[in-house]
């Protein structure tokens, strides 16, 4: 089992940026998805976290500007990124509570990070 983030990049502030992850292999559920962050110096951040019926959470800082969304038939979470600002940048990691089979208890998946970076 793996999750793939990509569509990290160099954007200017105020800009747009809309990254994705999708996890693959052999799955049974997926509970929770999530974005965590983390930029030069600083501990790893949650971002957004969605569990499988829809329900959001946001960090204060990204409240009104981020917006977390997944597809369930597609094992994929989405991360819309708007009014980006410099203090946005940092590695964006996603996260997963998976079971690979109905025996087995949820368990946490990361994936290989994406470099955000918000630049003029």
């Known amino acids: 089992v793996q999750l793939q983030a990509s569509g990290g990049g160099l954007v200017q502030p105020g800009g747009s940026l809309k990254v994705s992850c999708t996890a693959s292999?052999?799955?049974?559920?997926?509970?929770?998805m999530g974005w965590y962050r983390q930029a030069p110096g600083k501990q790893r951040e949650l971002v957004a976290g969605?569990?499988?019926?829809?329900?959001?959470n946001y960090a204060d800082s990204v409240k009104g500007r981020f917006a977390i969304s997944r597809d369930n038939a597609k094992n994929t979470v989405y991360l819309q990124m708007n009014s980006l600002k410099p203090e946005d940048t940092a590695v964006y990691y996603c996260?997963?509570?998976?079971?690979?089979?109905?025996?087995?208890?949820?368990?946490?998946?990361w994936g290989q990070g994406t470099q955000v970076t918000v630049s003029s």
């Open positions: 996260g997963a509570e998976m079971k690979t089979n109905p025996l087995t208890s949820y368990r946490d998946y």
């Open positions: 292999g052999i799955i049974f559920s997926i509970n929770v």
């Open positions: 969605i569990i499988s019926g829809g329900r959001t």
